[in-house]
């Protein structure tokens, strides 16, 4: 699992197009309140991969950079795009953030098969590309879709490719209705046990989703998609979002043995603080010591 972790990149080397995170030949993993920007080609992708769930988290804008070989050999095309789902099964993405992101919102091979509920995605489509989502793989439920200043005169929510839509809403920048995005196919049963209607999830997620407290970076996707502005492309310097943060670390505390597990917890716990050993110890709930304090910390840090 990977919860609470925010990753912004800073330069991007000619024709080596990074990716943001590439889960590969993985199996059972859950990416949870993560922020991922500066990405160039796919920000968040899998392969071959199975029982995957990518949630609350935030696809922050990706370069627009003269980085994929696209760029150079197929007519000077951008790559900035959301996630690419090829034989990947089994495969949950819900209440996350797509802002800034052209297209691939996600794009699902016709070997994988993914859901994508919940989601918010804002500014897609550009002078390349046409729409959000597709994919012959993809099933999206109640997704809220909104444009943005690089919208194309004809942009699409979801292809009709997919397996299925239901449920889902399409605005303009302005708040006002946006291009259709009908139901179609048989949405059946869902692994997301509690869905919500697009209109509350489109609140959930500009509250909750990314790295928790939401730096400069994610701030501003989220002032963006609610006021209809920004452009794709990663337009802010990195570093003066970083300028931008004022979130104060606490004081460190009291740790004699350096293991992650601050004396006072431990103590509570049962736990010897001149120990260095027992943050690794698993408990009865199939998590290290350590993996508890971890998500005790995080569950202070939700709404």
């Given at each position: 699992m990977m919860r609470f972790m925010r990753f912004r990149g800073t330069r991007i080397h000619l024709r080596n197009d990074p990716g943001g995170l590439l889960i590969w030949h993985a199996r059972n993993v859950i990416?949870?309140?993560?922020?991922?920007?500066?990405?160039?080609?796919?920000?968040?992708?899998?392969?071959?991969?199975?029982?995957i769930t990518i949630q609350w988290t935030g696809f922050d804008e990706s370069r627009k950079e003269k980085a994929h070989s696209d760029y150079f050999n197929n007519g000077g095309q951008w790559h900035n795009y959301g996630g690419l789902y090829s034989h990947a099964k089994n495969v949950s993405i819900h209440h996350c953030l797509f802002a800034h992101q052209s297209k691939r919102n996600p794009l699902v091979d016709k070997n994988s098969f993914v859901e994508a509920v919940n989601n918010v995605i804002y500014n897609y489509s550009n002078s390349?590309?046409?729409?959000?989502?597709?994919?012959?793989?993809?099933?999206?439920a109640n997704c809220y879709f909104k444009l943005g200043p690089d919208r194309r005169k004809r942009p699409i929510p979801v292809h009709n490719n997919v397996i299925a839509v239901k449920g889902c809403l399409s605005k303009d920048r302005d708040g006002l209705p946006g291009p259709p995005v009908d139901d179609f196919g048989k949405i059946g049963q869902l692994n997301l046990k509690t869905v919500v209607v697009a209109e509350q999830a489109y609140r959930d997620v500009l509250?909750?989703?990314?790295?928790?407290?939401?730096?400069?970076?994610?701030?501003?996707?989220?002032?963006?998609?609610?006021?209809?502005?920004?452009?794709?492309?990663y337009q802010a310097d990195i570093d003066a979002d970083r300028a931008l943060l004022k979130i104060r670390s606490p004081m460190p505390m009291k740790d004699k043995d350096n293991d992650g597990l601050p004396d006072k917890w431990e103590k509570t716990q049962g736990l010897n603080p001149?120990?260095?050993?027992?943050?690794?110890?698993?408990?009865?709930?199939?998590?290290?010591?350590l993996e508890r304090y971890c998500h005790e910390r995080v569950e202070n840090l939700l709404p």
């Open positions: 990416v949870d309140h993560c922020s991922f920007a500066g990405a160039c080609d796919e920000t968040i992708s899998a392969s071959n991969a199975k029982n390349q590309q046409t729409w959000g989502a597709a994919g012959e793989g993809l099933k999206v509250l909750s989703a990314g790295a928790l407290p939401h730096d400069a970076t994610s701030t501003r996707m989220v002032r963006e998609t609610r006021n209809g502005t920004g452009r794709q492309g001149a120990d260095v050993t027992d943050s690794i110890q698993i408990t009865k709930s199939g998590y290290t010591h």
